[in-house]
């Protein structure tokens, strides 16, 4: 089974540009989270899909953060315009079924260095 | 607000010696517990995790981890660790009634010297 892809690997852009991440679930998967990790610090939580909703989007650090599930497949996480303190690492994850009760694992994409100069 | 705490931010050790790596979570529910790893290049992967039971759970390539409902605690544990569990660690733990988000710590990184 592929696993979740995320793309690009890495993006160096500048403050005040657009960027765009992408993030592609394993099949069948309803859960999609984004996370983010700053250097050395916490692996944060930004926002929850079940299937194209929104089920929690309660990381999400401010407005200039764009998340959407079209069709409850794929994602992408919008950032316009990026601040330097965007930098980090944004991962994705997905797991199986309708709720997370815990029986079902993240699975997670290498992630995307996003680098904000 | 849900957070977890690890402990040590670079673990050094020779290889064949024990390891063991904290983690404190606080949340005064019922919790599930997680420990993932990330080796070097690759992504995180779940190394093991606690439901209900047992509080003491064994996971892949000999790690263990156990559940002190309570110290808050879910510390992982290792006896003889070996040069290609160089990774880092992250300590996770998500509330039972909670359909969503999961906690993560801030990694430890376990380095292991041949």
């Known amino acids: 089974e592929a696993g979740v892809t995320q793309f690009p690997s890495h993006s160096v852009i500048e403050k005040g540009q657009t960027v765009t991440l992408r993030c592609d679930p394993i099949s069948g998967h309803d859960n999609l989270y984004w996370y983010r990790r700053v250097m050395g610090k916490e692996i944060k939580f930004l926002l929850h899909?079940?299937?194209?909703?929104?089920?929690?989007e309660s990381g999400m650090p401010n407005n200039r953060f764009l998340a959407e599930r079209t069709g409850g497949t794929y994602s992408t996480l919008k950032v316009q315009p990026a601040e330097l303190e965007d930098s980090g690492v944004y991962f994705c994850?997905?797991?199986?079924?309708?709720?997370?009760?815990?029986?079902?694992?993240?699975?997670f994409g290498n992630g995307t260095r996003l680098t904000v100069t | 607000a849900q957070s977890v705490s690890q402990h040590n931010h670079h673990v050094i050790l020779s290889e064949a010696a024990s390891l063991e790596l904290g983690c404190n979570y606080s949340?005064?529910?019922?919790?599930?517990l997680f420990w993932y790893v990330q080796y070097p290049g690759q992504h995180l992967q779940l190394l093991l995790k606690?439901?209900?039971?047992?509080?003491l759970v064994k996971g892949i390539k000999g790690f263990e981890a156990e559940f002190i409902k309570s110290k808050f605690s879910f510390n992982l544990r290792k006896p003889s660790v070996q040069w290609s569990d160089t990774a880092e660690y992250f300590c996770?733990?998500?509330?039972?009634?909670?359909?969503?988000?999961?906690?993560f710590g801030s990694g430890t990184r376990l380095s292991i010297r041949p």
């Open positions: 606690y439901f209900s039971g047992d509080p």
């Open positions: 996770a733990v998500k509330s039972y009634s909670s359909a969503s988000k999961i906690i």
């Open positions: 899909f079940v299937k194209e909703s929104k089920q929690d």
């Open positions: 994850a997905s797991s199986y079924g309708l709720t997370t009760r815990g029986n079902s694992p993240l699975h």
């Open positions: 949340y005064g529910g019922t919790v599930n």
